[in-house]
């Protein structure tokens, strides 16, 4: 019988989410199926090969013991009822601002952060003033004041966007989206994103505006990132 690890589902998927991975490619890097990604993500506990849990913790740089203690159940094969990886063929959370709960109503409050530049470095939380009427939708958003013309003539300094981070966890990065992103030293900026084609641990940061130039980063320095779902318009 192939020895597996027990692991807990959501704290699975959380680590794909972290690192704004999509199911694709977090399969690919483990050598697995995309289907036996999506079987361990949705269930309670699940049993995990070690051969793969082993990758899994290189992958992390971390020892499979930590990782056990991370995300492990305590038993090394099956329960009854549990939901267990299928046999292989052959062959990446942020810390974000408190209080962003919505209400069911159709227009709801979220924070609004002004002067944040996709040009230049920002200190976001000194920049954080108020609060913005949007629609209702998913509950981790907020609103920000696009300040300069990196992002033109797509955004324009002024426009007031509006950031889901729930989006960008749930879909991974999709090229040539529009990004804010907190990185670990607390350097934020607004961009597109491109994974590098020949290195999926960089990103390539591009503005909409050809004047400036691409920036190439290291996955690992990004903290937080939110998708841009939609561009605030107010009536002049």
């Known amino acids: 019988m192939t020895q597996r690890v027990m692991i807990f589902g959501k704290k699975f998927a959380a680590l794909r989410r972290?690192?704004?991975l999509t199911q694709d490619e977090f399969a690919q890097r483990l050598e697995m199926s995309p289907a036996n990604i999506r079987r361990l993500e949705q269930a309670e506990v699940g049993g995990m090969q070690v051969k793969n849990f082993r990758r899994l913790a290189a992958l992390l740089n971390i020892s499979p013991d930590d990782l056990r203690r991370a995300?492990?159940?305590k038993q090394t094969s099956p329960p009854a009822g549990a939901e267990a990886e299928s046999q292989e063929p052959p062959m990446a959370s942020a810390e974000f601002p408190a209080g962003l709960k919505e209400s069911p109503r159709d227009i709801v409050d979220v924070p609004h952060f002004h002067g944040v530049s996709a040009a230049r470095i920002e200190n976001r939380t000194d920049a954080a003033q108020g609060r913005a009427a949007v629609p209702a939708g998913s509950k981790r958003r907020f609103a920000v004041t696009v300040d300069g013309d990196c992002m033109e003539p797509k955004y324009r300094d002024g426009d007031i966007v509006v950031f889901s981070v729930d989006a960008a966890e749930r879909e991974g990065i999709v090229d040539g989206k529009n990004y804010f992103i907190q990185f670990t030293d607390g350097e934020n900026t607004f961009k597109r994103i491109f994974p590098d084609p020949e290195n999926r641990e960089l990103l390539i940061l591009r503005?909409?505006?050809e004047r400036y130039p691409q920036r190439i980063v290291d996955r690992?320095?990004?903290k937080l990132l939110a998708r841009a779902v939609y561009?605030?318009?107010?009536?002049?």
């Open 18 to 20: 972290e690192r704004y």
């Open 71 to 73: 995300i492990g159940a």
């Open 207 to 209: 503005c909409w505006n």
């Open 220 to 222: 690992s320095r990004v």
């Open 231 to 236: 561009r605030l318009m107010p009536d002049e």
